[in-house]
Nanobody, 118 residues
Framework: QVQLVESGGGLVQAGGSLRLSCATS????????SGWYRQAPGKQRELVAS??????NYADSVKGRFTISRDNAKNTVYLQMNSLKPEDTAVYYC?????????????WGQGTQVTVSS
């Protein structure tokens, strides 16, 4: 059974940094997409950053401040967040999509709260 466990969230002042981690337990036979989403109160969940074999992509709001990376040996995806702003406050979720999308299209972590104070 595959599980994603996130860590690294917390409270930080504006301008500070956090690094989120998403560790995968269980076996996934090939990953085609790893991403971080976030959802702020009253807003829709949005894709913040993703990484595939073709490279990385970022939402315009985080370009130049956030960096996504993956350590395949550790089955872990990271999101380094620098120059944090109050508008980055949200619950952050890790998302993994296997190469073979059946029987499971994707997996989600439980979410980790990031709060940025002004």
């Amino acid at each position: 059974q595959v599980q994603l466990v996130e860590s690294g969230g917390g409270l930080v002042q504006a301008g500070g940094s956090l690094r989120l981690s998403c560790a995968t337990s269980g076996s996934i036979a090939g990953i085609r997409f790893s991403g971080w989403y976030r959802q702020a109160p009253g807003k829709q969940r949005e894709l913040v950053a993703s990484i595939t074999s073709g490279g990385t992509n970022y939402a315009d709001s985080v370009k130049g401040r956030f960096t996504i990376s993956r350590d395949n040996a550790k089955n872990t995806v990271y999101l380094q967040m620098n120059s944090l702003k109050p508008e980055d406050t949200a619950v952050y979720y890790c998302n993994i999509r296997p190469i073979v999308p059946v029987p499971v299209y994707d997996y989600w972590g439980q979410g980790t709260q990031v709060t940025v104070s002004s």
